[in-house]
């Protein structure tokens, strides 16, 4: 069964500092998209980035970014610069059979 | 403008009620989703339709039947209310069913509490 995993279920950092996520999982496709979302105290459902298995290089919005290591199905999410607006659940996810596979997401806690 | 919206945002009712939760959404796509995200925050499926066509019913009790009455419109209508039905329940599209078009957009949510 194809599988996210979200090994990190709280983190915290201070402000202006660079936090990474993880997230791995487990596929047999060699194409497919992969992708996090963020979920602020709003619960607004938020797309913080998306990465194609097929490039090699890391996709990258602003102060996000992730490290993608497809061998490993490592799936990772940096965020920079850390703000406190940042402070939310954020969650992978990964397509399986007409629908996403969401991780169990990690807490990110941004403190002053 | 609105791209996935959700009536109502809170919803609290009594056990054995029935309540409905609508979603619709203006950005053209053909896919409609309805998940259920518990206190723990876990996001689970619940279904999925294509083309006003159900393809996900995912292991969920009988009492939620979802209802697509056109490819912009998905409600979920759920009797007899229990208390593990308290959660938040998203209404989500996609533009399709491969690659990217995966990429949900959500809308804002619905808490549903039942005393």
């Known amino acids: 069964a194809q599988t996210v995993t979200q090994s990190q279920p709280e983190m915290s950092v201070q402000e202006a500092e660079t936090v990474t996520l993880s997230c791995t999982y487990d596929t047999s496709e060699n194409n497919y998209y992969l992708f996090w979302y963020k979920q602020p105290p709003s619960r607004q459902m938020i797309l913080v980035i998306r990465?194609?298995?097929?490039?090699?290089q890391n996709a990258t919005e602003n102060r996000f970014s992730v490290n993608f290591q497809k061998a490993a199905k490592s799936f990772s999410l940096k965020i920079s610069d850390s703000q406190l607006g940042d402070t939310a659940m954020y969650f992978c996810a990964f397509p399986n059979t007409d629908k996403l596979i969401f991780g169990t997401g990690t807490r990110l806690q941004v403190f002053p | 403008d609105t791209a996935v919206s959700q009536t109502p945002k809170y919803l609290v009712t009594q056990m054995g009620n029935d309540k409905s939760i609508k979603c619709e959404q203006n950005?053209?796509?053909?896919?409609m989703y309805w998940y259920k995200q518990d206190s723990k925050k876990f996001l689970k499926i619940m279904f999925s339709?294509?083309?006003?066509?159900?393809?996900i019913n995912e292991t969920v009790p009988n009492r939620f039947s979802p209802k697509s009455p056109d490819k912009a419109h998905l409600n979920l209508h759920i009797n007899s209310l229990e208390l593990g039905d308290s959660a938040v329940y998203f209404c989500?599209?996609?533009?399709?069913?491969?690659?990217?078009?995966?990429?949900?957009?959500f809308g804002p949510g619905t808490r549903l509490t039942v005393t």
């Open positions: 989500a599209s996609s533009p399709g069913l491969a690659g990217d078009l995966y990429e949900q957009y």
């Open positions: 950005l053209g796509h053909d896919t």
């Open positions: 339709y294509n083309n006003k066509e159900l393809i």
């Open positions: 990465q194609e298995a097929y490039k090699q």
